[in-house]
């Protein structure tokens, strides 16, 4: 889950939000978003889904099993 705490932290970042706007967005906690990002919780599928079409990548990439 490594590339997955990376690579949310580093979508939400260029797109300049918060973790509360990022809340909002998604409908996440703030602490939950928190925990992924510190590698402290493991999303589940449903999550990975709401943060992929949130950020209009896909869920691979999110994983690191591809690059784009």
Do not use: H
């Amino acid at each position: 889950m490594e590339v997955f705490t990376e690579r949310l932290k580093e979508l939400r970042k260029e797109k300049g939000l918060t973790l509360d706007q990022l809340e909002i967005a998604t409908g996440l906690s703030r602490s939950a978003i928190s925990d992924y990002e510190n590698g402290k919780r493991t999303p589940s599928a449903s999550v990975i889904i709401t943060l992929a079409r949130f950020f209009e990548v896909t869920t691979d990439y999110l994983l690191g099993e591809s690059d784009f």
